[in-house]
């Protein structure tokens, strides 16, 4: 009888915990999956410039171009109409040209980053202006869009 009712609890909270999963393969899901690489990418990137990591220049421009071509997925991945479980205001689905504004300047902002990098050998001190342009763009929109 103890057998039984710990299974019936472990399925209940089981099936209780699954309620509040994205589908990756839902238009969230697959922004937030975005979101997700461009974070770590972004962190991995500052923390070569504030020596968590160590600074690899090969490595930094590698990472700034998966930046740059990571920032112009998500987009594509919102509906028409909200989510419930999405962690955006309403505002970006009434407000859209501003949020694609903001979109296109997170696009520049990576695409200066891949270009300073280009430009010559990247240094911490030649590349870390580039890279708080693009972490105020990200913290900008997120200010203005997203629900904390």
Known sequence: MKLRLLSLS????????AC???????????RKAIYQQMLDTKEDLGGMLRG????????FAAGAARLD???RQPWQHYPEAKEKQSDAR???WQRQERFNE????????TAALVEVTRA????????APAL???????????????AY
């Open 69 to 71: 071509e990571l920032s």
């Open 52 to 59: 968590r990591l160590a600074f690899d220049a090969e490595g």
């Open 90 to 92: 309403d505002d970006v």
């Open 120 to 127: 010559s050998t990247p240094t911490p001190e030649g590349v």
């Open 10 to 17: 472990l399925i209940a909270a089981l099936a209780l915990s």
């Open 132 to 146: 708080q342009r693009v972490e105020d763009a990200c913290e900008a929109c997120h200010k203005e869009f997203r």
């Open 20 to 30: 509040d999963r994205v589908d990756p393969n839902s238009p969230l899901g697959k």
């Open 102 to 109: 903001m979109a296109r300047e997170l696009e520049g902002t």
